[in-house]
């Protein structure tokens, strides 16, 4: 159960923190604000998730204490969200990517047997609904915009395709979870997640790729290199100053 | 980039039963996209329940260098004003 936690915890904390390197960096103001207002959803869920894990674990370790006292290995993220930002086209790619993932897996978790799963997963799902139509209605436009812009967001989809497979596969623990009815099969989603994802690409004129080679090894904590070098800045202060307040 | 996006007009509707009211303007690529920057842009902290997005262009305005002849005549006519009846104190407030 701690592990299924920080699986749904560390996703929005890493794709949390990845968003927030746009602030004050976003092409215009509009976005600055909505890519903000995106990543300050996905912290506020990182609480909701990361703090149900440190009660379940039953260590005295808080939301801050798994976010900013854990290592890489530690990390129980999927290598999507790790990606670094690049332009703002990959950015886009990787959001709506998990977007469209996130928003199924919440509707699932809705549903979850375990109340305080069903509680959170209802709360981040209206939040997962918006993020959704913004990231959906972003690819579209600049799928199906200029030359220019499409072509990035083909490259940036090209770029990221490997890692959508490890979002669907499911591992010993994703099959106790499943038995105990806290959570269903990743592999379950697969098919509503591709059936929408073909609807959107049609409209934006992007070509899903046709390999199924999955980069793996995220959610058992295999991670890529990226991954340490957004913690050491992230968790710079916490372990340069240990309990610093202000 | 931004300046290659037209200017929208942003209304909201803070409460059901109260009208929109104009609170800025933003840069959007076309309506729908407006909608969701205004929804970023003006009610992070819940100001609404509606929002109406109007391209700035099409919007007509009275000129300010009309303001005298527009606005003057009125002014100085006091009896539109129904400033002249005794309201009985029955009536209550008004």
């Known amino acids: 159960m701690f592990e299924f936690l920080l699986r749904m915890g560390d996703n929005t904390l ?37 703090g149900l894990a440190g009660e379940v ?4 370790r808080d939301a801050d204490a798994l976010a900013f006292r854990r290592d890489a290995w530690d990390f129980r993220n999927l ?13 886009l790619m990787r959001q709506f990517l998990f977007d469209l993932w996130h928003h199924e897996r919440l509707s699932d978790l ?11 997963a209802a709360k981040c799902v209206k939040e997962a609904d918006y993020h959704l139509e913004r990231s959906k209605d972003l690819i579209i436009r600049l799928g199906d915009g200029s030359a220019e812009s499409h072509r990035k967001m083909q490259d940036a989809l090209d770029a990221l395709w490997p890692y959508v497979g490890e979002m669907f596969s499911d591992d010993t623990l ?7 009815g806290i959570a269903p099969l990743p592999s379950s989603q697969r098919p509503r ?7 959107t690409l049609a409209l934006a004129t992007l070509i899903r790729p046709e390999s199924n080679f999955a ?5 058992s904590g295999t991670h890529t290199e990226d991954l340490g070098h957004m913690l050491a800045t992230m968790q710079f202060l916490q372990r340069a100053y240990p309990d610093a307040r202000w | ?44 902290r819940n100001e609404g329940v509606s929002i109406w997005v109007v391209k700035s262009e099409d919007v007509t305005a009275s000129a300010p260098s009309r303001k005298g002849p527009m606005f003057d005549p009125s002014n100085d006519k006091t009896y539109r004003h129904p400033t002249f009846f005794d309201i009985p104190d029955e009536v209550g407030s008004m």
């Not at chain 1, 746009?22 to 869920?45: F, K, R, S, T, Y």
């Not at chain 1, 997640?193 to 609807?199: I, Y």
């Not at chain 1, 980069?215 to 959610?219: F, V």
């Open chain 1, 14 to 50: 890493v794709l949390g923190h990845r968003v927030s390197e746009w602030c004050g960096h976003a092409p215009v103001l509009e976005e600055d604000i909505a890519l903000a207002n995106i990543a300050l959803d996905m912290i506020g869920q990182t609480r909701l998730w990361l």
């Open chain 2, 1 to 44: 980039m931004a300046n290659d996006w037209p200017l929208w007009e942003i209304f909201i509707r803070g409460q059901h039963g109260l009208s929109h009211r104009h609170v800025g303007s933003l840069h959007a690529p076309d309506a729908e996209m407006a909608v969701l920057n205004a929804r970023d842009v003006y009610t992070r």
């Open chain 1, 110 to 120: 809705c549903l979850s047997e375990d109340d305080r799963v069903a509680g959170i």
């Open chain 1, 174 to 180: 994703d099959i106790e979870m499943n038995e105990a």
């Open chain 1, 57 to 60: 674990e039953g260590q005295g």
């Open chain 1, 215 to 219: 980069q793996m090894g995220g959610r």
């Open chain 1, 79 to 91: 290598l999507l969200v790790e990606r670094p930002n690049r332009d703002f086209g990959h950015t």
């Open chain 1, 193 to 199: 997640f591709d059936k929408a994802l073909s609807a």
